[in-house]
């Protein structure tokens, strides 16, 4: 059973930083890709960032330049490296991993991430 648990969330002020994580318990090299997934309050889930085993990467329009996101399979671990943070990411963000023909979510609690002065 894929379970895939995000951390890393938190409070920080407009300007800052943080790193995401998304653990699995499971090796990671199985899932042609992985992504990132956030969902602010009354809105719908969106696509933040996307990661291939090949280490090619998409990303949102309203993240490219500031988000950065990356795997680690020796760690089974996808990360979200979040710069320049703004209000408007202010959401939980949940990770997913496809394989293929099957995805993988974690739709739990995610984790918080509040973008605030």
């Known amino acids: 059973q894929v379970q895939l648990v995000e951390s890393g969330g938190g409070l920080v002020q407009p300007g800052g930083s943080l790193r995401l994580s998304c653990a699995a318990s499971?090796?990671?090299?199985?899932?042609?890709?992985m992504a990132w997934y956030r969902q602010a309050p009354g809105k719908q889930r969106e696509l933040v960032a996307a990661v291939t085993n090949g280490g090619s990467t998409d990303y949102a329009d309203s993240v490219k330049g500031r988000f950065t996101i990356s795997r680690d399979n020796a760690k089974n671990t996808l990360y979200l490296q979040m710069n320049r943070l703004k209000p408007e990411d202010t959401a939980v963000y949940y990770c997913s991993a496809f394989s293929p023909g099957r995805r993988f979510d974690s739709w739990g609690q995610g984790t918080q991430v509040i973008v605030s002065s």
């Open positions: 499971v090796s990671i090299e199985r899932f042609a890709t």
